[in-house]
């Protein structure tokens, strides 16, 4: 399994970016997919999380209204809509898959559920 994440880059606060997450390499059906999210000198957070089948999604507080996860399934890809960014969601964000469905729907935010991960890309906004 390969993710590829793309579209990250330096925007201003209150801007927008949609963040793509390319899967390859399996059957994404029964999976979990999610984004984390780590700040410099900060610890890798949960951001958001969708089950491929049913398109359940779930999000962190800190994004809750302003970013939403959706899925293609045609393109085998998983996006990220951020709005109304602010300067603390500047970090380095990853995707994440996790073929433990049933783990990752009930606690979509344990990052060690999930056993493949994306190169992560920069987002930066600026105040």
């Known amino acids: 399994v390969q993710l590829q994440a793309s579209g990250g880059g330096l925007v201003q606060a209150g801007g927008s970016l949609r963040l793509s997450c390319a899967a390859s390499?399996?059957?994404?059906?029964?999976?979990?997919m999610g984004w984390f999210r780590q700040a410099p000198g900060k610890e890798r957070e949960f951001v958001a999380a969708?089950?491929?089948?049913?398109?359940?999604?779930r999000y962190a507080d800190s994004v809750k209204g302003r970013f939403t996860i959706s899925e293609d399934n045609a393109k085998n890809t998983v996006y990220l809509q951020m709005n109304s960014l602010k300067p603390e969601d500047t970090a380095v964000y990853y995707c994440?898959?996790?073929?433990?469905?049933?783990?990752?729907?009930?606690?979509?935010?344990?990052?060690?559920?999930?056993?493949?991960w994306g190169q992560g890309t920069l987002v930066t906004v600026s105040s």
């Open positions: 969708i089950t491929w089948s049913g398109g359940s999604t």
């Open positions: 994440a898959a996790s073929s433990d469905s049933l783990s990752a729907t009930l606690i979509p935010g344990l990052d060690k559920l999930y056993g493949y």
């Open positions: 390499g399996g059957t994404f059906s029964s999976y979990v």
